[in-house]
Protein backbone atom coordinates (compact mmCIF):
# COMPACT_ATOMS: atom_id res chain seq x y z
CA UNK A 1 0.00 0.00 0.00
CA UNK A 2 1.10 3.39 -0.99
CA UNK A 3 1.13 5.35 2.03
CA UNK A 4 1.75 8.85 -0.47
CA UNK A 5 1.97 9.45 -4.07
CA UNK A 6 3.41 12.71 -5.01
CA UNK A 7 3.56 13.17 -8.83
CA UNK A 8 5.18 15.84 -10.39
CA UNK A 9 4.56 18.24 -7.92
CA UNK A 10 5.49 21.84 -8.46
CA UNK A 11 5.08 25.27 -5.93
CA UNK A 12 4.94 28.39 -6.83
CA UNK A 13 4.99 31.80 -4.48
CA UNK A 14 4.09 34.34 -7.43
CA UNK A 15 6.59 33.88 -9.65
CA UNK A 16 9.29 32.34 -7.23
CA UNK A 17 9.50 27.99 -8.05
CA UNK A 18 9.86 26.71 -5.00
CA UNK A 19 9.01 23.34 -6.15
CA UNK A 20 10.04 21.75 -9.21
CA UNK A 21 8.47 19.00 -10.58
CA UNK A 22 8.72 16.70 -7.60
CA UNK A 23 7.89 13.12 -7.90
CA UNK A 24 7.78 10.54 -4.59
CA UNK A 25 6.19 7.33 -4.22
CA UNK A 26 6.32 6.30 -0.26
CA UNK A 27 5.35 2.82 0.60
CA UNK A 28 3.39 2.46 4.09
CA UNK A 29 5.74 1.78 7.29
CA UNK A 30 8.81 3.62 5.62
CA UNK A 31 10.88 6.12 7.40
CA UNK A 32 11.62 8.55 5.04
CA UNK A 33 14.66 11.34 5.13
CA UNK A 34 14.14 14.58 3.79
CA UNK A 35 17.40 16.60 3.45
CA UNK A 36 18.56 19.88 1.72
CA UNK A 37 20.19 23.09 2.30
CA UNK A 38 18.09 26.14 3.84
CA UNK A 39 15.53 27.31 1.76
CA UNK A 40 15.38 24.26 -0.25
CA UNK A 41 11.58 23.91 -0.26
CA UNK A 42 11.75 21.03 2.56
CA UNK A 43 9.10 22.58 4.96
CA UNK A 44 7.01 24.03 1.62
CA UNK A 45 7.24 19.86 0.53
CA UNK A 46 6.06 18.05 3.71
CA UNK A 47 3.17 20.87 4.14
CA UNK A 48 1.91 19.50 0.65
CA UNK A 49 2.48 15.88 1.59
CA UNK A 50 0.35 16.80 5.07
CA UNK A 51 -2.51 18.65 2.92
CA UNK A 52 -1.73 21.64 4.72
CA UNK A 53 -0.75 23.57 1.31
CA UNK A 54 -1.93 22.73 -2.17
CA UNK A 55 0.22 22.54 -4.72
CA UNK A 56 0.42 25.05 -7.45
CA UNK A 57 0.29 21.69 -9.91
CA UNK A 58 0.79 17.98 -9.84
CA UNK A 59 -0.91 15.89 -7.22
CA UNK A 60 -0.32 14.58 -4.29
CA UNK A 61 -2.27 11.48 -2.26
CA UNK A 62 -2.05 10.32 1.23
CA UNK A 63 -3.35 6.35 1.07
CA UNK A 64 -5.09 7.11 -1.83
CA UNK A 65 -6.85 9.63 -1.30
CA UNK A 66 -6.67 13.54 -1.53
CA UNK A 67 -4.93 14.81 1.83
CA UNK A 68 -7.71 17.08 3.14
CA UNK A 69 -10.55 14.08 2.60
CA UNK A 70 -7.89 11.76 3.74
CA UNK A 71 -8.12 13.78 6.93
CA UNK A 72 -11.16 13.93 7.58
CA UNK A 73 -11.67 10.52 8.74
CA UNK A 74 -7.79 10.34 9.90
CA UNK A 75 -5.71 11.84 12.22
CA UNK A 76 -2.35 12.73 11.16
CA UNK A 77 0.91 13.43 13.42
CA UNK A 78 2.52 17.04 12.07
CA UNK A 79 5.00 18.66 13.86
CA UNK A 80 5.35 22.45 12.09
CA UNK A 81 9.48 23.50 12.03
CA UNK A 82 10.16 24.86 15.33
CA UNK A 83 9.22 28.90 15.81
CA UNK A 84 10.43 31.12 18.48
CA UNK A 85 7.14 32.07 19.52
CA UNK A 86 5.96 33.34 22.65
CA UNK A 87 4.29 30.61 24.25
CA UNK A 88 2.58 31.73 27.13
CA UNK A 89 -0.28 29.78 28.61
CA UNK A 90 -0.86 28.27 31.68
CA UNK A 91 -1.61 24.91 30.55
CA UNK A 92 0.24 21.78 31.63
CA UNK A 93 2.48 19.27 30.10
CA UNK A 94 -0.29 16.68 30.25
CA UNK A 95 -3.30 19.32 29.33
CA UNK A 96 -0.76 20.22 26.41
CA UNK A 97 -1.10 16.29 24.85
CA UNK A 98 -4.60 16.23 25.82
CA UNK A 99 -5.71 18.56 23.63
CA UNK A 100 -4.97 16.32 20.66
CA UNK A 101 -7.69 13.87 21.70
CA UNK A 102 -10.27 16.84 22.06
CA UNK A 103 -12.39 15.50 19.30
CA UNK A 104 -11.84 11.59 19.61
CA UNK A 105 -15.24 11.30 20.95
CA UNK A 106 -15.22 7.30 21.24
CA UNK A 107 -12.25 7.14 23.49
CA UNK A 108 -13.10 7.03 27.54
CA UNK A 109 -11.33 10.06 29.24
CA UNK A 110 -9.59 7.04 31.44
CA UNK A 111 -7.98 5.93 28.06
CA UNK A 112 -7.08 9.03 26.82
CA UNK A 113 -5.15 10.21 30.10
CA UNK A 114 -3.38 6.41 29.79
CA UNK A 115 -2.24 7.38 25.98
CA UNK A 116 -1.11 10.77 26.85
CA UNK A 117 1.28 8.97 29.94
CA UNK A 118 2.52 6.37 27.03
CA UNK A 119 3.27 9.31 24.58
CA UNK A 120 4.86 11.34 27.25
CA UNK A 121 6.78 8.55 28.46
CA UNK A 122 8.31 7.77 24.76
CA UNK A 123 9.91 11.42 24.83
CA UNK A 124 10.93 10.56 28.58
CA UNK A 125 9.26 13.93 30.01
CA UNK A 126 6.34 11.98 31.95
CA UNK A 127 7.98 12.90 34.95
CA UNK A 128 7.04 16.01 33.73
CA UNK A 129 3.26 15.66 32.98
CA UNK A 130 1.92 18.49 35.82
CA UNK A 131 4.53 20.89 35.01
CA UNK A 132 3.29 23.89 33.66
CA UNK A 133 4.53 24.17 29.60
CA UNK A 134 5.88 27.32 28.92
CA UNK A 135 8.45 26.96 32.09
CA UNK A 136 10.07 23.75 30.09
CA UNK A 137 13.52 24.12 27.95
CA UNK A 138 13.30 24.24 24.31
CA UNK A 139 14.48 21.19 23.69
CA UNK A 140 11.93 19.90 26.95
CA UNK A 141 9.02 21.66 25.13
CA UNK A 142 9.93 19.68 21.73
CA UNK A 143 10.26 16.27 23.20
CA UNK A 144 6.43 16.86 24.55
CA UNK A 145 5.17 18.65 21.51
CA UNK A 146 6.59 15.46 19.36
CA UNK A 147 4.45 13.17 22.42
CA UNK A 148 1.89 15.56 20.68
CA UNK A 149 2.11 14.37 17.45
CA UNK A 150 2.21 10.47 18.04
CA UNK A 151 -0.89 10.41 21.05
CA UNK A 152 -3.09 9.94 18.32
CA UNK A 153 -1.70 7.16 16.71
CA UNK A 154 -1.63 8.47 13.05
CA UNK A 155 -0.76 5.87 10.53
CA UNK A 156 1.04 8.91 9.25
CA UNK A 157 3.80 11.28 11.40
CA UNK A 158 5.00 14.22 9.45
CA UNK A 159 8.31 15.72 11.24
CA UNK A 160 9.99 19.24 10.32
CA UNK A 161 13.16 19.09 11.88
CA UNK A 162 12.13 17.77 14.92
CA UNK A 163 15.02 17.16 17.11
CA UNK A 164 16.15 20.64 16.98
CA UNK A 165 17.33 21.80 20.63
CA UNK A 166 16.81 18.12 21.70
CA UNK A 167 20.37 16.11 23.23
CA UNK A 168 22.42 13.87 21.29
CA UNK A 169 21.04 10.59 24.11
CA UNK A 170 17.34 12.04 23.52
CA UNK A 171 17.70 12.12 20.00
CA UNK A 172 18.93 9.11 19.55
CA UNK A 173 16.63 7.46 21.58
CA UNK A 174 14.04 9.59 19.79
CA UNK A 175 15.42 8.06 15.94
CA UNK A 176 15.56 4.66 17.36
CA UNK A 177 11.45 4.98 18.76
CA UNK A 178 10.99 6.13 15.06
CA UNK A 179 12.16 3.57 13.69
CA UNK A 180 10.25 0.99 16.03
CA UNK A 181 6.88 2.72 14.87
CA UNK A 182 7.58 2.24 11.29
CA UNK A 183 9.10 -1.09 11.32
CA UNK A 184 7.50 -2.97 14.18
CA UNK A 185 3.98 -1.12 13.41
CA UNK A 186 4.40 0.04 9.76
CA UNK A 187 3.30 3.75 10.96
CA UNK A 188 4.90 5.94 7.72
CA UNK A 189 7.19 8.44 9.51
CA UNK A 190 8.48 11.32 7.00
CA UNK A 191 10.92 13.35 8.57
CA UNK A 192 13.27 16.43 7.73
CA UNK A 193 16.25 16.97 9.23
CA UNK A 194 19.77 18.21 8.61
CA UNK A 195 21.72 15.35 10.52
CA UNK A 196 22.10 13.33 7.52
CA UNK A 197 24.97 11.31 8.59
CA UNK A 198 22.91 10.49 11.78
CA UNK A 199 19.51 10.07 10.68
CA UNK A 200 21.05 7.45 7.63
CA UNK A 201 21.22 4.89 10.65
CA UNK A 202 17.80 4.87 11.28
CA UNK A 203 15.74 6.05 7.86
CA UNK A 204 14.91 3.52 5.50
CA UNK A 205 14.54 6.24 2.50
CA UNK A 206 16.06 9.27 1.61
CA UNK A 207 14.92 12.44 -0.88
CA UNK A 208 17.76 15.10 -1.03
CA UNK A 209 16.20 17.71 -2.20
CA UNK A 210 17.10 21.47 -3.01
CA UNK A 211 14.20 22.74 -5.12
CA UNK A 212 14.33 19.95 -7.27
CA UNK A 213 14.24 16.41 -6.15
CA UNK A 214 18.60 15.32 -6.57
CA UNK A 215 18.14 11.82 -5.37
CA UNK A 216 15.80 9.52 -3.49
CA UNK A 217 15.98 6.08 -2.98
CA UNK A 218 17.05 3.53 0.12
CA UNK A 219 19.74 4.76 2.16
CA UNK A 220 22.20 2.34 1.29
CA UNK A 221 22.05 2.28 -2.49
CA UNK A 222 22.74 6.29 -2.07
CA UNK A 223 26.34 7.47 -1.96
CA UNK A 224 26.29 10.11 0.57
CA UNK A 225 29.31 12.28 -0.57
CA UNK A 226 28.40 12.57 -3.87
CA UNK A 227 24.39 13.25 -2.95
CA UNK A 228 25.74 16.21 -0.79
CA UNK A 229 27.92 17.45 -3.59
CA UNK A 230 25.17 17.00 -5.67
CA UNK A 231 22.55 18.87 -3.74
CA UNK A 232 24.37 21.04 -2.03
CA UNK A 233 26.97 21.93 -4.46
CA UNK A 234 29.59 21.60 -1.96
CA UNK A 235 31.29 18.72 0.10
CA UNK A 236 30.32 19.27 3.51
CA UNK A 237 31.92 17.23 6.96
CA UNK A 238 29.04 14.22 7.41
CA UNK A 239 28.90 13.48 11.24
CA UNK A 240 27.67 9.87 12.09
CA UNK A 241 26.66 8.62 15.75
CA UNK A 242 25.17 5.58 16.94
CA UNK A 243 24.41 4.91 19.86
CA UNK A 244 24.17 1.25 20.58
CA UNK A 245 21.87 1.67 23.67
CA UNK A 246 18.49 1.63 22.22
CA UNK A 247 16.14 1.10 25.08
CA UNK A 248 15.06 3.94 25.80
CA UNK A 249 11.53 4.27 24.67
CA UNK A 250 8.64 1.95 25.02
CA UNK A 251 6.32 1.45 22.19
CA UNK A 252 2.67 3.41 23.31
CA UNK A 253 1.08 0.47 20.88
CA UNK A 254 1.14 -2.09 22.66
CA UNK A 255 -1.48 -1.68 25.37
CA UNK A 256 -3.83 -0.27 22.16
CA UNK A 257 -3.23 -2.35 19.74
N1 LIG B 1 4.19 31.44 2.09
C1 LIG B 1 5.30 31.77 1.41
N2 LIG B 1 5.32 32.85 0.59
C2 LIG B 1 6.43 33.17 -0.12
N3 LIG B 1 7.59 32.47 -0.08
C3 LIG B 1 7.62 31.40 0.72
C4 LIG B 1 6.49 30.98 1.50
N4 LIG B 1 6.82 29.86 2.19
C5 LIG B 1 8.10 29.60 1.85
N5 LIG B 1 8.58 30.50 0.97
C6 LIG B 1 9.92 30.52 0.37
O1 LIG B 1 10.15 29.26 -0.18
C7 LIG B 1 11.52 28.88 0.00
C8 LIG B 1 11.58 27.52 0.65
O2 LIG B 1 11.11 27.62 1.99
P1 LIG B 1 11.03 26.35 2.96
O3 LIG B 1 10.58 26.87 4.28
O4 LIG B 1 10.20 25.32 2.30
O5 LIG B 1 12.55 25.89 2.99
P2 LIG B 1 13.28 24.77 3.89
O6 LIG B 1 13.95 23.82 2.95
O7 LIG B 1 12.31 24.22 4.85
O8 LIG B 1 14.42 25.62 4.64
P3 LIG B 1 15.03 25.49 6.14
O9 LIG B 1 16.07 24.39 6.10
O10 LIG B 1 15.67 26.81 6.37
O11 LIG B 1 13.90 25.23 7.08
C9 LIG B 1 12.17 29.99 0.82
O12 LIG B 1 12.90 30.82 -0.05
C10 LIG B 1 11.00 30.72 1.43
O13 LIG B 1 11.26 32.09 1.60
MG1 LIG C 1 12.13 24.25 6.85
New binding site residues.
Partial sequence: MEALNLKSVSMS?GK?T?LDDITIPVASGTFLGIV?P???????LIKIMAGILSPTSGSSLLYGAKPIEYRRNHPIGYLP?QQKININFPLTVKDVIYLNLANRTKITKKAKLKMVDQALKNVGMLKSKDMIFSYLSGGQRQRVLIAGTIVTMPEIIFLDEPSTGIDVVNQDNFYGFLSHLAHTHGITVIMISHDVGVISNYIDKIAYLNRRLYIYGKTEDIDMDEAIYNTYGKTGKIATYMNKNKTGFTCPFKDFE
Fill in positions: FFVGNGAGKSTQ
